[in-house]
């Protein structure tokens, strides 16, 4: 397509510039390493999830964050009190629009301000709002109510609320009065110890604050210039974090510095908050964006980069997630975790295919090219694209003598001693190889899977040669086992697996068999068969599940339970690492057995990032390499994970908006029912507390609904009208693991009004009958003005008759961007809308997505049965696809030849991509011949922005369209964008 070679010539043309930057780094990255695959301690970073200013509804200027009891999260800002709880943000604005330095709530639920002029507590109401009580209005303020200036710190203590400012020390005491004492210099900082308070009086140091006295710590003296940033809990004492000197313990006989694995480094990372978790480490943030985290011996645990910005202050959930505000962003992570991942802001850009470890570095191969791995003065993973860089890469295999690579324009291999700026060495001339198989049972033997069938690659002496070609071109092979040395099985995605028996040298094939119905497993050649292995046995997998090879024959097998976890079978991976674990994925779900229970577990994905499973692979140290959609992610299975508390579903309002009256918000208990009279539409707004992203939900109304809701990621669902009677509403979230969380529940009742009784009914009888008589009467009266009303429909026909001209006219209109064959929109009208949709959504930046649907074989399906037959077969598909398109405000077109193109404004790219599965399973028909069709499906979506254009868009995806035929076919894809 002339689409797909534009995007090609593109992509050479950006390797070409990457090979001057390649060849530099070559000279100083490449190292030979000793000739084994053991990986580097190097890992990514966690699994982040930032909220920037599109999340949130203030300028993101914030100065502190805390979790409560509930999971809500509380961020002070410079517009007020920021809350997110139920999975959205709330801003509460304070009295003179004044900042939130810092927040504290208790157990009640209730959340302590530091402002400026004002100190004071927001209480929440049963509906879901917040409402705040000065403080520093209470008798006792020496300054006078609102005039105490900049109000630094919060600290609750049992005996109520302190605020640190810059003259005084304030307690807000739990029996409603006011304590206040005089400072010598303005503290920023309260730290609360025990039962006790500390904090740093500049010019004399550390101190505890003891019934209206500040005493000066044993040692305290030591920070009198020299600010700290936390006080923690220790075993032997008070760990202190400073912010410029490292880590001090204060003991009951003095304070005296710690020595650490950073020592001095501290100093110039600046460090500004710390707190401790819950297996006793402590995690320290800094200025220059980094974490830090120390056992309690202070050996450095852990270090990354969390933010380009400072990060101001951490606070960590129920959940095992850790927030952090900072100048410019708000971050959350799940952490500490076994799962790490790199992307594009580590130096890989496309979308992921295959990676490997191989002589100490990781290779990755993407859509742009190939990427090798360096390692920073952190430990951290770099990856700079390889001299090879010009073609898709998909697959790798390590070797005792290579790294082969299967790329687009074939199979290559790379070899250690060679020169860094060498490219590597091609092997044969097959093109498209998509996969490669080391024998197990011919020494130095490879097979090649491609779209013709597999090449057998040898390496008798010093280098790899092509030692034969075997075409089985109709399989479509989509994996391949060695069952012995003289025969294969051929996983394929077109049905059934084909067994294959190889000639004496192993270089022809001697016979092919279709595993059919009398083998034990019947397909239809729309449906995809893979072959794995586990324990030594071979299995088929399918979308009816796994069946066992045994002497020639499979019979359903559940794989201790496996096949009644993977959703999608047809996509199943089996691996099995040393120690004797076994994992098993499909793009959407990861398992492991552990031995010897010999049970399979879920995996948790974390995050959505780690949503899209490609590919696995286990390394000799045991991690797994994980290639998802969002990045390449490694799994440590030596990392516990960490303990969460159960997700709860929670109902953040209920608005009642009655006939003729503003909406209210409703307490939000629900318990017992709620009576609502004269209800005009009922508004359930719910969520999860938390940080955890990717949830989805559905809920239903008994007495109303007769199912549950599909799941979707809505927040919110609304009901007009309702019938009198009673009614409980349910809500259910679950997590990107499929984890589901505690329901939610409101139950009400609508009394009937007093027309809906059965004395009401009986008096709208009679009335009606009263009304017969009278329309009867009405009727004599229109016979005397029929002669009128006659006129007054030739006026009538005549402005219909005008109508019916302009209507002709649209038809005209219309015709010009009609195509002939299908009464489609043409290749005119399609640019003409995907133009103004681009403008559209470029103004509100909201999504745009294209669907590229090609027919399977159709030029296969033309030799075969006529050109005409071929015309009829898009007549046929382009009813099908008709009845998917929502009219108005989506676009059906025939984008040219067997090609269709689906234009969805507002649509995200998992929606689209569900729209394009539920398209492709429509399309899988019969046709009048004989045979079937079915298509190929690439999704790409973008936010337009400036610098791009529509163009983009589509080549996007017929980009990923051709990764759908070069997969097999029948098969959605989607493009890198989105």
Request: charged share 20%; aromatic share 10%; net charge negative.
């Amino acid at each position: 397509m002339a689409t797909a070679g534009l995007i090609t010539a593109l992509r050479r043309s950006v390797a070409s510039g990457w090979l001057l930057v390649a060849g530099m780094i070559a000279a100083t990255a490449w190292a030979p390493a000793a000739a084994d695959t053991v990986a580097v301690k190097a890992a990514g970073t966690p699994l982040i999830t930032r909220f920037g200013p599109e999340d949130f509804p203030v300028i993101p200027r914030f100065t502190s964050i805390q979790v409560d009891q509930e999971d809500r999260v509380f961020i002070g800002n410079s517009e007020g009190v920021l809350v997110y709880a139920g999975s959205r943000f709330e801003n509460i604005a304070l009295p003179n629009a004044s900042w939130a330095r810092n927040t504290s709530s208790d157990q009640q639920g209730r959340v302590y301000v530091a402002s400026f002029d004002h100190f004071g507590r927001l209480d929440p109401s049963a509906g879901g709002d917040w409402h705040f009580t000065d403080l520093d209005q209470l008798a006792g303020n020496p300054l006078g109510a609102h005039q105490v200036g900049e109000v630094w710190d919060v600290c609750l203590r049992p005996e109520g609320a302190y605020f640190a400012t810059a003259s005084h020390l304030f307690l807000a005491r739990n029996d409603g009065t006011l304590g206040a004492w005089p400072l010598a210099a303005p503290v920023h900082l309260l730290f609360p110890v025990a039962n006790d308070l500390w904090l740093r009086i500049p010019g004399q140091g550390l101190v505890r604050f003891n019934d209206g006295r500040f005493e000066l710590l044993p040692g305290g003296e030591r920070f009198a210039d020299s600010s700290i940033a936390a006080v923690l809990p220790h075993p032997q004492g008070q760990l202190i974090v400073s912010r410029t000197a490292g880590f001090y313990l204060a003991e009951a006989t003095g304070i005296r510095p710690l020595a650490s694995v950073l020592g001095a480094a501290l100093s110039a990372l600046q460090a500004y908050h710390a707190i401790v978790l819950d297996d006793g480490s402590y995690v320290v943030v800094t200025l220059t964006g980094e974490l830090l985290r120390f056992a309690q011996d202070l050996a450095l645990i852990d270090r990354f980069s969390l933010s380009q910005y400072p990060v101001l202050q951490i606070a960590s959930d129920h959940h095992g997630g850790l927030w952090a505000a900072t100048d410019g962003d708000l971050v959350y992570l799940q952490w500490p975790s076994p799962w790490t991942q790199v992307s594009e802001s580590d130096g890989l850009f496309g979308v992921i295919e295959t990676s490997t470890w191989w002589h100490r570095r990781r290779w990755v191969g993407t859509s742009m090219g190939l990427f090798v791995s360096t390692e920073d003065a952190r430990g951290r993973l770099r990856f700079e694209p390889y001299l090879f860089a010009n073609e898709e890469v998909w697959d790798f295999l390590v070797t005792p003598s290579a790294l082969l690579i299967a790329a687009r324009n074939g199979v290559f291999a790379l070899t250690s001693d060679q020169p860094p700026t060498a490219p590597p060495t091609a092997i044969g001339t097959t093109t498209y190889p998509f996969a490669l198989y080391a024998s197990t049972q011919r020494k130095d033997t490879v097979y090649v899977l491609d779209d013709d069938g597999f090449q057998i690659l040898r390496h008798p002496a010093d280098h790899w040669i092509e030692a034969g070609r075997l075409a089985v071109a109709e399989v479509s092979a989509s994996s391949m086992v060695e069952i012995d040395a003289d025969h294969l099985l051929l996983g394929s995605n077109r049905g059934a697996p084909w067994l294959i028996t190889l000639s004496a040298d192993g270089r022809q094939v001697a016979a092919r068999q279709r595993l059919g119905s009398a083998s034990g497993l019947r397909l239809a050649d729309t449906d995809v068969s893979r072959v794995v292995t586990l324990d030594g046995n071979l299995y088929v997998a399918s979308k009816h599940g796994f069946h066992r090879w045994h002497d020639g024959k499979l019979a359903a097998d559940r794989l201790q339970g496996l096949a009644q976890l993977l959703k999608r079978p047809q996509e199943a991976e089996l691996a099995t690492a040393a120690d004797g674990t076994s994992y098993a994925y499909d793009s959407r779900s990861l398992f492991r057995r552990r031995p010897p229970s010999g049970i399979w577990e879920p995996v948790p994905l974390e995050s959505p990032m780690a949503r899209g499973l490609l590919g696995l692979d286990i390394e000799s140290d045991g991690r797994l390499s994980v290639v998802a959609w969002g990045g390449l992610l490694t799994f440590d299975p030596a990392l516990s994970l960490p303990q969460k508390a159960p997700l709860r579903t929670r109902l953040q309002r209920v608005w009642w908006s009655a006939e003729g009256a503003p909406a209210q918000a409703l307490d939000r208990a629900g318990h017992p029912p709620v009576a609502l009279d004269r209800v005009r539409s009922i508004r359930f707004d719910y969520g999860v507390n938390g940080g955890e992203r990717g949830l989805q939900f559905h809920s239903r109304l008994r007495g109303s609904d007769i199912d549950w809701s599909p799941w979707s990621t809505e927040l919110e669902r609304s009901f007009n009208r309702l019938a009198p009677g009673q009614y409980t509403f349910e809500v259910v979230a679950r997590d990107v693991a499929g984890e589901l969380a505690e329901p939610a529940t409101w139950a009400f009742f609508i009394p009937p009004r007093w027309y809906q009784t059965a004395w009401a009914r009986i008096g709208l009888y009679l009335l009606l009958a009263a009304l017969g008589g009278v329309l009867a009467w009405i009727h004599h009266r229109w016979r005397s003005r029929k002669l009128h009303r006659y006129a007054e429909t030739l006026e009538h026909q005549v402005a219909a008759h005008t109508r019916t001209l302009a209507m002709a006219n649209q038809r005209l209109a219309r015709i010009a961007v009609q195509d002939g064959l299908t009464g489609l929109t043409n290749r005119r009208g399609l640019d003409e809308f995907l133009q103004t949709q681009w403008a559209a959504s470029l103004q509100l930046q909201q999504p745009l997505s294209v669907l590229m649907l090609d027919v399977d074989h159709f030029k296969q399906y033309n030799d075969e049965h006529g050109h005409l037959a071929g015309d009829e077969v898009l007549k046929q598909l382009a009813q099908v696809l008709g009845k998917a398109v929502a009219e108005g405000d989506e676009l059906l077109a025939r984008y040219g030849g067997e090609e269709f193109v689906l234009v969805l404004p507002g649509t995200s790219l998992e929606n689209a991509i569900e729209r394009a599965e539920l398209i492709r399973q429509q399309c899988q028909l019969p046709t009048a011949v004989g045979g079937g069709i079915t298509v190929s499906i690439g999704v790409a979506c973008l936010v337009p922005h400036a610098g791009i254009g529509a163009e983009q868009l589509l080549a996007e995806a017929d980009a990923a369209l051709y990764r759908a035929k070069k997969h097999g076919r029948n098969r959605v894809e989607r493009g890198r964008a989105g």
